[in-house]
């Protein structure tokens, strides 16, 4: 219990919006211009899960442009958002195995 709760005071899940750029092998629709995808990230601050987030995606091969922090479920719940359970059940995930979730893809036609 010491541990779960020591856990949680340093890890949070932030809740990104990634815009990506197309690049060879990324894996978007044929005539997609981009994408957008809405990412759950774990770290210390906001900060850290971004460099993660761009980090892995790189890795990926995708081409990461631009990225939007919504803040963590504390303070998206603060703010009105409503937050169903599947996404809690994927930040959690995040939470738990420390990693980068992408729980949505929109890619971009012109």
């Not at 779960?4 to 690049?23: A, C, P």
């Not at 990225?67 to 479920?73: I, K, R, S, W």
Request: aromatic fraction near 4%; include cysteine; proline fraction near 3%.
């Amino acid at each position: 219990m010491a541990d779960e709760k020591k856990k949680k005071s340093r890890q949070q899940v932030y809740t990104l919006l990634v815009q990506i750029g197309r690049k060879d092998g990324d894996g978007l629709p044929d005539k997609a211009t981009g994408a957008a995808l809405m990412c759950f990230a774990s770290g210390v601050d906001e900060a850290e899960a971004v460099r993660e987030t761009v980090a892995i995606l790189k890795q990926a091969d995708t081409n990461p442009l631009d990225v939007d922090g919504y803040g963590t479920l504390d303070e998206r719940e603060a703010e009105g958002h409503e937050i169903d359970d599947e996404e809690r059940a994927l930040m959690q995930r995040a939470l738990d195995e420390n990693s980068v979730i992408i729980a949505q893809m929109t890619p971009f036609f012109d």
